[in-house]
């Protein structure tokens, strides 16, 4: 189980990166399941092994599931002041504050120049992935338990 929590270790810089590389840690993710398993390099049915039996996510959804946990921290005031300040609600902006979003507890997502780089910043992948998810998880009477579970499932509905 080592080189799941090393995959899991700061996947959340990874938000928004190129296929080729998460696709590299993809790599590492899929002989530790068949190790995991006791299945051999050649059997089908890898991804819904994955998924179904050992209910792990893909490497590019664990990185927006870590981001959305980070997310929810800042919304709470569980996070360090530093990422906190980059969690605007739209409902704090005073154009903003009559359109729906400002109710349905979405954030403010600054633009960006540079498509490469600057989506991949902190500031602009944390609220996209929160404004992401469904309304019924940006409802602060959530626990943090209970929005885990819940992301996580929404997740696999995608598959």
Known sequence: MIAVSRVDYCNADLAGAPKVTT???????????????GTDKFDRGL????HT???WLNVPER???????MMFSCMHGQAPQYLMDF????????SRQQLRSACRRLLVVPRCRLSTTARRAFCVAGPLVWNSL???LHDTAVGRDTFRQHVKTFMFASY
């Open 87 to 94: 969690c605007h609600p739209a409902s704090s902006v005073a």
């Open 134 to 136: 469904p309304d019924y």
């Open 47 to 50: 991804s819904r092994l994955l």
């Open 63 to 69: 990185v927006a599931y870590k981001l959305s946990v």
């Open 23 to 37: 696709d590299k840690l993809q790599r590492v993710l899929n002989p530790t399941a068949r190790v995991v398993s």
């Open 53 to 55: 039996k050992l209910h």
